[in-house]
């Protein structure tokens, strides 16, 4: 069974740093791109960052280029992401998801997600 | 970028009705739209991918359709556990997500 679970949520100030970790089990990690994506309080859905499987590519939203880093560690079936000059619009719940491998596009769908992992950014 | 337009942004329908929802994208994205649902303190789950390709264990009455930029979301049989909020996402370029739908029980 494939299992995502998320950690290294919490409060941090503005200018702040915090560092996301998901935990991935069930499939060979290496082998899949992942991806994080946000929810503020009450909104919608927001793409942060991508990775590709293999030679790790990275992708970001425009909002978040330059201040967070995405990066996973395939022997430990580990992604991280790295988010600096926190801000309090970053404020969200955190999510990791994975691929479907069965979708014909170069950038695929999102089929299993992680619970997610709440921040706050506040003074 | 491309922008998902999603409309309505909620609705209200009885049990057992049909409901559609649409979603229109800011340039073409041939068939790179994919609808997901998400239910009050959980994580979404994806239901359609590639306009009308449905997710393995997702109940037939949910249905998708459409190319180029206009996109439909169907529930052919409205049901209680259906409660939740939809959105579109295209896969064309990058990610972008719609605003998302509420779909409520009238």
């Known amino acids: 069974e494939v299992q995502l679970l998320e950690s290294g949520g919490g409060l941090v100030q503005p200018g ?4 996301l970790s998901c935990a991935a089990s069930g499939f060979t990690f290496s082998s899949y791109s992942m991806t994080w994506v946000r929810q503020a309080p009450g909104k919608g859905l ?3 960052s991508a990775i590709s499987g293999g030679a790790g590519v990275p992708y970001y939203a425009d909002y978040v280029k330059g201040r967070f880093t995405i990066s996973r560690d395939n022997s430990k079936n580990t992604l991280n992401l790295q988010m600096n000059s926190l801000r309090a619009d970053d404020t969200a719940v955190y999510y990791c998801a994975r691929e479907i491998s069965y979708s014909s596009g170069w950038y695929r769908p999102f089929g299993k997600w992680g619970q997610g992992t709440l921040v706050t950014v506040s003074s | 970028d491309i922008q998902m337009t999603q409309s309505p942004s909620s609705l209200s329908a009885s049990v057992g009705d049909r409901v559609t929802i649409t979603c229109q994208a800011s340039q073409d994205i041939s068939k790179y739209l994919n609808w997901y649902q998400q239910k ?3 994580a979404p789950k994806l239901l359609i991918y590639d306009a009308s390709n449905l997710e393995t264990g997702v109940p ?5 359709s459409g ?3 206009d996109f439909t979301f ?9 409660i939740a909020t ?3 996402q295209q896969n064309y370029n990058l990610w972008t997500f719609g605003h998302g739908t509420k779909v409520e029980i009238k």
């Open chain 2, 74 to 82: 169907t529930i052919s049989s409205l049901q209680p556990e259906d």
């Open chain 2, 67 to 69: 190319s180029g930029t």
């Open chain 1, 16 to 19: 702040g740093s915090l560092r």
């Open chain 2, 60 to 64: 037939s009455r949910f249905s998708g």
């Open chain 2, 86 to 88: 939809y959105y579109c």
């Open chain 2, 40 to 42: 009050p303190g959980k």
């Open chain 1, 46 to 48: 927001e793409w942060v």
